[in-house]
Each structure stands twice: as C-alpha cells, then as structure tokens.
T-cell receptor
C-alpha cells in the first residue's frame, strides 16, 4: 500500500531532551516536507526537500533540523525541544515537488513539558 | 508573501444540500491549488489538485474551480452527506512551499 508513515504517533517529552520524528514513504517520491499544525495558526511548513541531500527552509524552521540521506526517509530532529514546539506534526511527499499532488502522513502529536 | 484565506470558518448544512467552500489567495503566481479533507485527529487526504493552467477539476460529487486572476478557488460539494463532515483545507503551491488556509469545518446534519 502506497503511504507515508510517521513514528511515533504520540510523544510526550521534557524540555531540552533531543528527539527525532521519523518519516518514510514507499512511493519513490522525490519531494518531502514537514508541517506543524496549531489551533488558530493552521498548517505551516517547517522544512522541505526537493531530493536526496537537498533541503530548504519553510516558514517556521527555527528549532528544527532535517536530513535527507535516502530518498524514502526524511526525519525531523528537535535538538532541544521547548514547550512552544508542542504541536501536531505532519510529513508529506509528492512525486516531483510543488506541482504534484501531496500525500500526507497520519501525524505525530508532540507535547513538550 | 502569500496569504490564503478560507471563509466561512465553519458551516452547518442539512443532508442533501449543495454547498460551496471558498478559498482566496493574495499572490496569483501559483503552480497549483490543492483541496484537502481532514478528519478529527487524522492526517490530510488530498481531494483535488488544480494546476495553474486549469480552470477546474472534478471527482465524484466534488468540483473545484480556480480563477487565478481574481485569486479565488471554490470547492463545490453536491448532495452533501453526513460522511462529508470534516475540515476542508485549501493550499497554494509556489517555489517549493505550500501555504495553507485555516480551513472550513463542515457539519452535515442527517
């Protein structure tokens, strides 16, 4: 089944404890991206990657890191999480970037205490 | 900077009614516009993608239109059903970024 998977789906952590949210797609998509969704602010793009080893900042990249070493994986790293990073995170992919249909993962609900 | 607005924020209709959801954007230099559906606590499901060169797309009871010159898109839902209850989001695509509207939460009452 063609899909985008994220792990974990739910995470509660404490301020400053490094964490990684994994994202993987099995559709051989070139483009992958991360979003956060907050009440009243909607969905905002954090980082995106047009292809392996190519990443770029979205609208809210501060406090996040990404890497794209393989085509199928695009992990989101929070080196020192803070409470303002408590949010619902989505990973998405598309065949070749912005012109193609975006497929979203199920989401990761992160709480930073 | 692109801004995407969806009005109304919430809508409640009786089952069977035809309805229109609105999406407006400030920068007409877009590659495409995509409509999504989001169920509570779930991810986003793509409904329709309209490329910038297209005027509309149809899928079943859904029809989406795009008017770049006026910065508007509409999602038309025919013969609404309770299962259509969800939040509908539009997003414009440009230079690698997707910019989302805040969504319209639709409730279809039996």
């Amino acid at each position: 089944e063609a899909q985008v998977t994220q792990n974990p789906r739910y995470l509660i952590t404490v301020t400053g404890k490094k964490l990684t949210v994994t994202c993987s797609q099995n559709m051989n998509h070139e483009y992958m991206s991360w979003y956060r969704q907050d009440p009243g602010l909607g969905l905002r793009q954090i980082y995106y990657s047009m292809n392996v080893e190519v990443t770029d900042k979205g609208d809210v990249p501060e406090g996040y890191k990404v890497s794209r070493k393989e085509k199928r994986n695009f992990p989101l790293i929070l080196e020192s999480p803070s409470p303002n990073q408590t949010s619902l995170y989505f990973c998405a992919s598309s065949l070749r970037g912005r012109a193609n249909e975006q497929f979203f993962g199920p989401g990761t609900r992160l709480t930073v205490l | 900077k692109q801004e995407v607005t969806q009005i109304p924020a919430a809508l409640s209709v009786p089952e069977g009614e035809n309805l229109v959801l609105n999406c407006s954007f400030t920068d007409s230099a877009i590659y495409n516009l995509q409509w999504f559906r989001q169920d509570p606590g779930k991810g986003l499901t793509s409904l329709l993608l309209i490329q910038s060169s297209q005027r509309e797309q149809t899928s079943g009871r859904l029809n989406a239109s795009l008017d770049k010159s006026s910065g508007r898109s509409t999602l038309y839902i025919a013969a609404s059903q309770p299962g259509d209850s969800a939040t509908y989001l539009c997003a414009t695509s440009n230079t690698g970024k997707l910019i989302f509207g805040q969504g319209t939460t639709l409730q279809v009452k039996p």
